[in-house]
C-alpha cells in the first residue's frame, strides 16, 4: 500500500532560519510525491510536486523539495523562514493503483517565530 | 493554475436536516473529484472518490446512505450529508484533477459544517 510519514507534528524555527519539514514514502513502483499548505478554515493549496526529473523540486512561495530515492524520503526546504509561512503543510503521495487518490500524511505544522 | 470552487464554506443547521455542500471545477473537467474529512488538527480523511456519471466509491467505514455523493455533470459533485447530527460536525474538502496522474489536484476552499 502506499503511503507517506511525517514524523514531526510541529517544527519551529526562527524567522530568517532555514526550515526544513520531513516526509518518507513507502510506494510501489515510481512515486508521485506532493507537498501542500493549509492555513486555519482553508482548502489545501499546492507547493510543489516530483513525478520524474530533477531530485531538486522547486515551487511556490520559495519552498523546494529533495527527493531522494534511497532513503525513501522528499523533505521540504526553505532557505529563510517567514513569519507568514506559518500553516499546517502535508505530504502526499498519489496512489497510482486506485483511482490515482491522494494519500496524506498526518501533517506538520509549521511555527516561525518573529 | 485551475480552480476548484466549493460552496458553502461555513453551514450550520439543526439536527435531522440535511445539508448539501457543493464542489466545482471552473476551468477544467474532471471525471473524478474526491471528498475528504478533517477534524481538528488532525490530517484529512477521504471519505470517498466521486465518479462522473456512475455510483461513488466510498471509503471503508464510511456511510453512503448518510453522506450521498452524486456527481451529474463534469464540472460538478455534491455531498450531502443527511439526517445530520452533531458528531457529523467537521471540515469538509473537495478535491478534483485534471484528467492526468503528472498533475496535482486542486482543492476547494472547505465547508465548515456545524450541526446543533
Known amino acids: 500500500a502506499q503511503s507517506v510519514a511525517q514524523p514531526e507534528d510541529q517544527v519551529n524555527v526562527a524567522e530568517g532560519n532555514p526550515l526544513t519539514v520531513k516526509c518518507t514514502y513507502s510506494v510501489s513502483g515510481n512515486p508521485y510525491l506532493f507537498w501542500y499548505v493549509q492555513y486555519p478554515n482553508r482548502g489545501l493549496q499546492f507547493l510543489l510536486k516530483?513525478?520524474?526529473?530533477?531530485?531538486l523540486v522547486k515551487g511556490s512561495y520559495g519552498f523546494e523539495a529533495e527527493f531522494n530515492k534511497s532513503q525513501t524520503s522528499f523533505h521540504l526546504k526553505k532557505p529563510s523562514a517567514l513569519v507568514s509561512d506559518s500553516a499546517l503543510y502535508f505530504c502526499a503521495v498519489r496512489d497510482l493503483y486506485n483511482t490515482d487518490k491522494l494519500i496524506f500524511g498526518t501533517g506538520t505544522r509549521l511555527q516561525v517565530f518573529p | 493554475g485551475a480552480v476548484v470552487s466549493q460552496h458553502p464554506s461555513r453551514v450550520i443547521c439543526k439536527s435531522g436536516t440535511s445539508v448539501k455542500i457543493e464542489c466545482r471545477s471552473l476551468?477544467?473537467?474532471?471525471?473524478?473529484m474526491f471528498w475528504y474529512r478533517q477534524f481538528p488538527k488532525q490530517s484529512l480523511m477521504l471519505m470517498a472518490t466521486s465518479n462522473e456519471g456512475s455510483k461513488a466509491t466510498y471509503e471503508q467505514g464510511v456511510e453512503k446512505d448518510k453522506f450521498l455523493i452524486n456527481h451529474a455533470s463534469l464540472t460538478l459533485s455534491t455531498l450531502t450529508v443527511t439526517s445530520a447530527h452533531p458528531e457529523d460536525s467537521s471540515f469538509y474538502i473537495c478535491?478534483?484533477?485534471?484528467?492526468?496522474?503528472?498533475?496535482?489536484?486542486?482543492f476547494g476552499q472547505g465547508t465548515r459544517l456545524t450541526v446543533v
Open positions: 478535491s478534483a484533477s485534471p484528467v492526468s496522474s503528472n498533475t496535482e489536484a486542486f
Open positions: 516530483y513525478i520524474t526529473g530533477d531530485n
Open positions: 476551468d477544467f473537467q474532471a471525471t473524478t
